[in-house]
């Protein structure tokens, strides 16, 4: 007989399976390229957590998609207003992703570690929001905690090109072409309770900013003047001094 833990672990591979077909064809009603790296990082068995860049809405799917040639469903920390709508909440819930109480993120930590020492991949976005910079963010370090608590490698993971198709702050663009996304996973980082979390939230930062960098140095179409791109590279996206510079600017308001 099924322990209740696997009855629901059953029931959500029930939901999860027929969205993955809805993600799919939506992703070839786009004409999406795909071009995934490192797949071969995302153990078939056992615990891991995806440390996930964020330049736009449609990360956490196209970070699950890379995950499927390993036969692997991610679940997902995701903010709580996610599972509040009326439709994506019930959604979520029956993947069994993981809502996060910004304001209480006590019972989303604790879940994330079940979920890790069940034996799954959990996702999360160490930055906590969308980078409007298409640049890292300053990162968070719950993923780190989770890291050496569970005992589960960290996956380093880079999503770039989503931010063309739906990003915060500029009109979604879901017409259909032939937009390049690039999905690189980087060698599992073991975090061990002895370490530093700084240093190995530095860590995990550093071979973020690598993976991000090739991926953008080898993404097919150019940065220049675009406006998803970074300043950096030529693009017309706000630099992060100037991001911030707004950020205060609304707080004092």
Same mark, same amino acid.
């Given at each position: 007989?099924?322990?209740? $833990? ?32 490192? !797949? ?31 036969? $692997? ?18 959604? /979520? $819930?029956? /993947? ?23 034996? !799954? ?13 298409? !640049? ?34 500029? #009109? $979604? ?31 995990? *930062?550093? *071979? ?21 791109? #970074? ?15 707004? *950020?205060?600017? *609304?707080?004092?308001?």
């Amino acid at each position: 007989m099924l322990s209740l $833990r696997e009855a629901a672990l059953s029931m959500a591979e029930l939901v999860y399976a027929p969205v993955i077909g809805i993600v799919k064809s939506f992703w070839k009603f786009l004409g999406l390229q795909f071009t995934i790296h490192g !797949e071969a990082n995302i153990p078939r068995t056992g615990p891991a957590i995806m440390a996930i860049n964020h330049v736009g809405y449609l990360d956490f799917a196209i970070a699950g998609t890379a995950a499927l040639p390993s036969q $692997r469903y991610v679940r997902f920390m995701a903010k709580r207003e996610i599972f509040d709508h009326p439709v994506a909440g019930p959604l /979520m $819930r029956g /993947m069994r992703h993981i809502s996060v109480d910004r304001s209480n993120g006590a019972p989303s930590f604790s879940a994330a570690l079940k979920a890790l020492k069940s034996g !799954e991949i959990v996702g999360v976005f160490p930055e906590a929001t969308i980078s409007k910079s298409f !640049e890292l963010k300053e990162m968070k370090s719950g993923v780190i905690r989770l890291a050496a608590e569970s005992g589960a490698p960290i996956l380093p993971t880079i999503v770039w090109g989503s931010q063309r198709i739906w990003t915060k702050g500029l #009109p $979604r663009n879901i017409s259909r072409g032939r937009t390049p996304i690039t999905v690189k996973v980087g060698e599992p980082l073991l975090v061990t309770p002895e370490q530093a979390i700084d240093h190995s939230l530095s860590e995990l *930062r550093s *071979r973020m900013e690598k993976l991000l960098a090739v991926a953008q140095s080898d993404y097919p179409d150019s940065p220049i003047g675009q406006r998803w791109a #970074p300043a950096r590279l030529g693009g017309t996206a706000p630099t992060p001094e100037v991001v911030d510079l707004e *950020r205060q600017k *609304r707080k004092e308001i």
